[in-house]
């Protein structure tokens, strides 16, 4: 492998030596939004995109795997300006590793990194998996009374791997306020939450995820769930539920929409 920019790498100095090179990747797997690449010796891969990280797969130079955030450099020629990593799977096919604001890292852990890795340690539960419950979201929100629920929900200690988008349209499905303290949703509003989670989620996953720009799906089309957003980006259209217009605001610092109906204050 060959580190291009060693921003990327800093936490984990070692990444570009013997402890990569030479071995294989024996399976992939998934924490939060970390890539988890066991080797076929005692360490695994770890790579976070954050928030334009890209993993890009050539063989013979062209392009067969695209995937990550979307923007033009995904469809340019490997590599490019925004290319952080090379990783040479064998003698025709590359990975590559772009990040054009540089907020993605990699870096080696052991073979469990799951149970020793302070990063993914400190990870909620998956909001699809078993550990996931109500009670589970209702400890969580607990732990953060005064903050807004949206910023909790973006606490990937809290749960792991909602973003923006979900948190926004999550809320609406469950007519929660975004800037509702987490303290004060009842419990009938937390199983609401929960449910609402969930769904969405389930909704993001069949119609595609919600990429946008440049990204182009394995169908070779573009439509997925933002055609069925109900409140992500549609400020001033009216709320598919009551007709109320949709409103934007912030919320913990992130652009929230919201119906001002649907989820009052």
Known sequence: MHILDAKVAAGSPEIAGCRVTGHR??????????????LDGSDSLLIHPKMTGQLIVTVAGATVIAGGHPTPSMLQPMPNPTTRAIFRLDHATCLYYNDARRFGWLRLAGPQPCATDPFLIRLGPEPLGDGF???????????????????????????????NIYADESLHH?????????????????????????????????????????????FRGQAGYLD??????????????????????????????????????
């Open 133 to 163: 419950t109500t009670a589970a979201l209702s400890r969580g929100l607990g732990r953060h009374p005064r903050a807004p629920v949206k910023a909790v929900l973006l606490n990937q200690s809290v749960v792991a791997r909602i973003g």
């Open 228 to 265: 069925h957003a109900e409140v992500f980006r549609r400020q001033g259209q009216p709320c598919g539920v009551c007709g109320t217009p949709i409103a934007r605001i912030k919320v913990a610092g992130r652009t929230t929409n919201f119906c001002p109906r649907c989820e009052q204050l």
């Open 174 to 218: 469950a007519c929660i306020h975004p800037a509702r303290p987490a303290g004060s949703l009842s419990q009938a509003e937390a199983r609401r939450l929960h449910t609402a989670i969930q769904v969405i989620l389930r909704s993001a996953i069949e119609t595609g995820g919600t990429s946008f720009a440049s990204y182009v799906n394995k």
């Open 25 to 38: 990747i024996t399976r992939t797997g998934r924490r939060g939004k970390v890539l988890i690449l066991p």
